[in-house]
Structures are given as structure tokens and as C-alpha cells.
């Protein structure tokens, strides 16, 4: 086996390496990851490498902040009933716990909504607007949604509901809803907000910040949990929020992802950004996913340990049901793609079958990207109207080619590298034909090569224990920083690699002079390949390995280049 993909070295920026290693004292190799992060100036880094909650920035920043504050100490002060919208992922459901416990702090019982995923789709429809009337409302906020309800919330300002917006998601077309009360979203124009990529969650927790008059730091576990799980940048504001809130999430006083913690088989270790994007978030998605989203609602506002086992346990049970049904459908899918794909012609695969279960087609359509390095759009299809997911690859702007097939589509939304759909299944070839005629005119060969960013080129002799425990002030990792990736060219093989349980490549390389133990998880493949090769080089994160106390340096291998 040899790699296929693309390689991208940054090129070095030595003035600006010397003046940060002078400046702050590190290594020109850390300064060299920091500048590769969009660090500037010796300021910059310092405040990258210190991401304390001193950091965390003024929640009135936001132009309608006092405004909404001022809604919200109204309502509460004439015990007005307050509803808050949210939705049915981690970031909204974490954004709806804060903001619950908020007006709990204050004596109010907010109600609250969130969509069914199925049924009713993301944001405001109109059974929570008539909810919201049923109820003698007052006060409606939304967390993690709302930017794109303008009609919605017309509609609920006719009925005197005050409407205050907290989101994060761009407005399409700068179009943003004008009738609500109050808007706060770091990506509308004008927002007066300077860091413009917190998750829904962050952008609720400056709400609750704004309220009481405190950081409240012990709100970061439910913070970092979902701005991790929404994948937004691990940068400025949101590294203070996850560094902090990690350590908070590790050691959380709450009952319910105490138990979760338990369930999952971590407790007792750290959490890190890695435990929380693999195996917390995918849990209270799953609730959402293949059942209704409240049991993962009421599992984080749990008070009582015995009832946050019992919750943590039935997010168990469907977990591994979400799991079964996403197999099944991968297992179908890849027989669907075998027969019906001919990649010679179909650049962007799109796939179609009767009563796949919705909840899952983004999960399943990210892993054909994946596999396949091609756009993918799964539709599961019910009757006469279906449903799809998509989701894309680097060089591909997903939504830009939906806009384009509109005609052939009866709703979409999403972004460049993820979007749903709505079409009639006579549409279904069509749309296929046509998004691939639009991918041939846009995409070369080498789009459908995946890349592989390295952060440096370095010698073995480049790496000891001092640089690698430098390298953790880079952390927590994640989107929009991640782990350091360097590249060492002309190594051999030293002995005969093994292939250990779950694929996992055990090797040692040498350069001549120095030599060190590799380990690459999903890389047995590479086995045969690697004894037949003269020389080869070697994309790696190096780490100290800590196991039994070794203390020794272990390159954990990416991929592999045969010369």
C-alpha cells in the first residue's frame, strides 16, 4: 500500500520565527506551529499560549446585548412566561440547559421547545409558533437557531412575543430577522462582537454572562462541550472556553454527564477535546437522532444521581441502536455505490433508497466522503418526497452547487461542506446528472486527491523530550488548531513491524543515527509495503510515551511516502 494523497509543507517564516523565539522564549519549532496557526506578532502568541479566563471577552460587546438583558429583567421582574427554542444537537442542547438554569437562578420555570429532527426540521416552524401562542407567551428566546426565521418571528411579534435571537449561523444573503426584539450573533453585520466564531452554545453563555454579572466558569463543561461537538475553531475565544471548560468537564459537579462520563467507560480519566467529539457528543446526539431529543435534555438539567444513571443508561441503549442503524444503511450504501457509480463519470456520488432512517444520513454520508474522497449526498427516500443529507470535500462548495440545482430541488440549506435537502424521487437522476455535469466542470483529478497539511520538515535528530512538551501549550486541539504534523524524509526500517489488534502498526525507523519507535492506528495495510521499501518518509505527531513510566519518545505515524 502507498499514500495517495496530496502533500502541503508550509513554507518556513524564519524572520518571524527568530522574533517569536526571542520574544517569548520557545523554539523556533513551536514559533514555526504558532505562525502556521495565523499567529502575527509576539502579542498574539503570547495570548495563544495563555488562553486563561482573564481572556474571556465583555458579553455587552454585543450592540443588542443590553437591550435583551433589559427584555429578559423585565419579564422576570413581572413573571411573564418565558419560552426558549432550541435545537436538537449538543450545541443547542447544551445553549437550552444554560439558559433553563438561568431563569431557574432567578425563580422562573422557563418552558422550552426543540424540534423534532424528522418531523419538523431545524429552527422555528409553525407548531412552536402556535405552541408559543397556546401558551400565553411573552417572551420566546433561541439558542443555536433563529437568523433564518425572519417569517417566523413576524409572526410572534404580531402576537406582542418579545423575540430575542442568540445564534451563531450565517445569514443567507445578509438577510437577518429585523422584527426580533433583540438579534445577538457574532456573524451579522454590525454585531459589535470581535471574535466572530463562538458555537450557539458560547453565544447563549455570553447571554447568561450578561445576566448575572459573573464569568461563570462553572458553566464551561456544558460550554466546551458544545462548542467542541459543533466542531467551531479551537481559536481566540473559544480556545479560553475549551481549555477552561475541559479542565470544568473533567472534574463537573453536574449528576447527568457525571453518569455519562460513567456509561461512556472514561471516568476516572481526562477529558479531552478527542473523549468529547468521539464518545460524549455522539451519545446526546444519538437521543435526537433515532428518538426524541428531551432525554438527553432532561439527562444534562438532572439533579439526582439515581435519575441521571437511568438517563445516562438510556442514552446508552440508543446509542448503540444509532449505531446498528448506521451500519446497516453503511453496508447498503456501499453496495448501492458499487452498483450505481461510475466513478470514471460521477464525481460527486448520490445515492438513493426506501425508508433509510433521516437521523442518520449526515453521519453516514460524512464516512462515504471520507472513504471515497467524493461529495456525497444520501436520500432516504419516504413515499414521494425524500430526504437527503450531504456533505463534501475541501474543493467542493456544496451549497453553491445546490443553489445551482435548485430547479430540480424543493427546499436545501447548508454551507460549503454540509447541507440537507428535500426532493421528489422523480427528481432524484436528475439532480444526479446534474450536480455531477456542474462537478466536471468545477473539479480536476487532483480535488479528488485528499491533502495532507504538515506544519514542518524536520530531522530526528530535531525531536527531544523538551520540544514535544512544548508542544502540549498548543493544546486542546481541534478545529482550526490542530495537532502539530511534521515530515521526516529517507528513513529505513529497523526490525520487523508488527500488526497488533484494531490494525494497529507497530515499527521502528532509523535515520542512521538516531532511532525511534513508530506506532500508526489503521495503518496494517501499510506492513507489506514498508518491508519492501528502501527508504520512505514519514508524516507523524511525536508524543512521550508514558506507558509503565517509559518516558521515551514515540512517533505516532500519519502516513507514509515510499520513495
Known sequence: MRSHKILNITSPNIDLQNTLSRELDISNILAQLLINRGIKNPQEAEEFLNPV??????????????????????????????????????????????????FARNG?????????????????????????????????????????????????????????????????????????????????????????????VGVAYKLCQALSGSKLLEELDLVSLGTIADVAPLT??????????????????????????ETSRIKGKRITSVSVSY????????????????????LLLSREDEDSMTLAKAIETLNRRRQKIEEKIMEEANDLIDREINFKEHKIIVIAKEDWHQGVLGIVASKLADKFYRPTIVISKIGGICKGSGRSIKNFHLFEALLECKDCLKTFGGHSHAAGLIITSDNIMEFRNKINRLAKERMVLDDLLPSIDIDMELSLADLDAEIIGELKGLAPFGAGNPEPL????????????????????KFWVTDGDI?????????????????????????????????????????EGKDIFFR
Open 53 to 102: 479566563p482573564d481572556r474571556l471577552l465583555d458579553p455587552y460587546a454585543f450592540t443588542d446585548m443590553q437591550k435583551a438583558v433589559g427584555i429578559i429583567k423585565g419579564a422576570v421582574k413581572n413573571k411573564k412566561k418565558v419560552m426558549i427554542f432550541g435545537d436538537y444537537d449538543v450545541d443547542g442542547l447544551t445553549a437550552l440547559t444554560l439558559l433553563k438554569e438561568a
Open 279 to 298: 464518545i460524549l457528543a455522539p451519545r446526546i446526539n444519538a437521543s435526537g437522532r433515532v428518538d426524541t431529543a428531551e432525554t438527553a435534555l432532561k
Open 108 to 200: 422562573v420555570e422557563a418552558l422550552h421547545y426543540i424540534p423534532h429532527r424528522i418531523n419538523e426540521g431545524y429552527g422555528l416552524n409553525r407548531n412552536s409558533v402556535l405552541f408559543a401562542k397556546q401558551k400565553d407567551i411573552s417572551l420566546l428566546i433561541t439558542v443555536d437557531c433563529g437568523t433564518g426565521n425572519s417569517e417566523e418571528i413576524k409572526e410572534l411579534r404580531k402576537h406582542n412575543i418579545d423575540v430575542i435571537v442568540t445564534d451563531h449561523h450565517e445569514p443567507v444573503n445578509n438577510e437577518v430577522p429585523l422584527s426580533a426584539s433583540a438579534l445577538i450573533n457574532p456573524k451579522v453585520k454590525g454585531s459589535g462582537y470581535k471574535y466572530r466564531d463562538l458555537a450557539g
Open 486 to 505: 511534521f515530515y521526516t524524509r529517507g528513513l529505513h526500517l529497523r526490525g520487523e513491524p508488527q500488526v497488533l489488534s484494531r490494525d494497529t502498526l
Open 515 to 555: 532511532t525511534f519507535e513508530a506506532i500508526g492506528f489503521g495503518m496494517g495495510s501499510f506492513k507489506e509495503s514498508l518491508m519492501n521499501a528502501g527508504a520512505f518518509d514519514l508524516v507523524y505527531t511525536p508524543r512521550i510515551d508514558d506507558w509503565h513510566g517509559k518516558g521515551t519518545i514515540l512517533l
Open 236 to 261: 481566540g475565544e473559544n480556545r479560553v472556553i475549551v481549555k477552561e471548560g475541559l479542565v470544568k468537564l473533567t472534574h463537573t459537579k453536574r449528576p447527568g454527564l457525571k453518569a455519562l462520563i
